[in-house]
């Protein structure tokens, strides 16, 4: 009888555990020869690059690009030419009246407040991006609205494009761009909120400030004229005030009301204002004036000029001006909008409520100097 020892079974064990060893290795071998084509061709970055993160940067890539592009057409301006730019110098601001404003075309239209530039036919300094100051030219001005446009004498502009301000919302994100404090600190980039449409505001004892829009981003002394800007870069308002004694309420003129000057200085070359001569307010401002009066539509007028159209025309102060050539009027902005797109000696027809009753008059619209 034959009995196997140890030493034999050891030895069979470890050539069955060697042999296994080797039929693993030569089917890896074999595996790793039949994909070796697949493996050489594959882009190992392509797919983790383009599905982990391409979304998120292209939205972050679209706001950079949209503030630098913006940025070119934020200007400086001042009353005084300047001999420095340093923020140090006492009373910088009321010195020099430095503050800012928006290249609007090509060919050198400015848009700013008409505080900052000051009245039609005044003169002012603009320093434009690359540092060059020119004499600028107040070609039109409205202190109620505070707005003003100036001309330089300069083409290929970088300048922004307009947004339609009738459409924006609470909440939608803007950005203020301007000139803080001095130009030391110039085109500084302010981000916030729309927090409030057609907001009126009391800017002394007999002026209001209507339609405007309210943002809690950053705007400083400086600021005034400078742009608020939506998403896409676009401009939607002029930054004008701010209430001093709370955080993050600023307030910016909507754009579209300067859109009939602008069409007719860019096809015509220059714009004379048709003038009705009124001063008038809407259902927003009359609490502040009237607690006693109520009314839920039209503008209310207020005052009537002795150098303007309704002047001796049988119109009274009290009256409503409901409509204007049939179009619905409830706001002064919208009044003066659509005079805006009149030339002076053109007849409009406004509808007129007095009390209960509503009649038509026509009136030929004069020129405001």
Not at 110 to 118: C, F
Request: aromatic share 8%; proline share 1%; with cysteine.
């Amino acid at each position: 009888m034959y009995y196997e020892t140890k030493k034999e079974r050891r030895t069979d064990k470890l050539i069955l555990v060697m042999f296994m060893i080797t039929v693993i290795l030569l089917l890896s071998i074999l595996i790793i020869k039949l994909n070796d084509n697949t493996y050489s061709k594959v882009d190992t970055n392509y797919n983790i690059d383009k599905l982990s993160t391409n979304l998120e940067e292209n939205v972050d890539n679209i706001e950079e690009k949209t503030i630098d592009s913006v940025i070119k057409s934020i200007v400086g301006i001042s009353k005084l030419e300047q001999t420095g730019n340093s923020i140090f110098l006492e009373n910088s601001q009321e010195k020099l009246g430095l503050g800012s404003g928006v290249i609007i075309s090509s060919n050198g239209y400015i848009l700013t407040n008409q505080h900052v530039a000051g009245n039609k036919y005044s003169n002012c300094f603009v320093t434009i991006e690359d540092g060059t100051t020119y004499n600028g030219n107040v070609v039109w001005a409205d202190n109620n609205i505070d707005l003003a446009i100036v001309k330089i004498l300069s083409n290929n502009l970088d300048y922004i494009e307009l947004a339609d301000s009738d459409n924006i919302n609470l909440a939608d994100e803007v950005y203020a761009i301007g000139n803080p404090i001095g130009l030391e600190f110039q085109r500084t980039v302010t981000k916030g909120i729309i927090s409030g449409i057609n907001r009126t505001i009391k800017v002394d004892n007999e002026n209001y400030m209507e339609d405007l829009i309210q943002t809690d981003a950053t705007i400083n002394e400086g600021n005034s004229g400078g742009a608020l800007i939506n998403k896409k870069g676009e401009l939607i308002g002029i930054n004008t005030v701010k209430i001093s004694d709370a955080e993050g309420i600023g307030f910016a003129v909507p754009i579209n009301i300067i859109k009939p000057i602008l069409e007719k200085l860019n096809t015509t070359g220059k714009f004379e204002e048709a003038y009705l001569g009124i001063y008038g307010y809407d259902k927003e401002v009359i609490p502040y004036l009237e607690s006693n009066l109520n009314i839920d539509s039209g503008v209310f007028i207020a005052t009537i000029l002795k150098d303007g159209a309704l002047f001796n025309k049988g119109i009274i102060v009290g009256d409503i001006i409901t409509k204007i050539d049939g179009n619905e009027i409830n706001k002064m902005n919208d009044l003066k909008k659509y005079i805006y797109t009149k030339n002076p000696k053109e007849k409009v027809k406004l509808t007129i409520r007095r009390k209960d009753k509503e009649f038509e008059t026509e009136i030929i619209l004069g020129y405001k100097q």
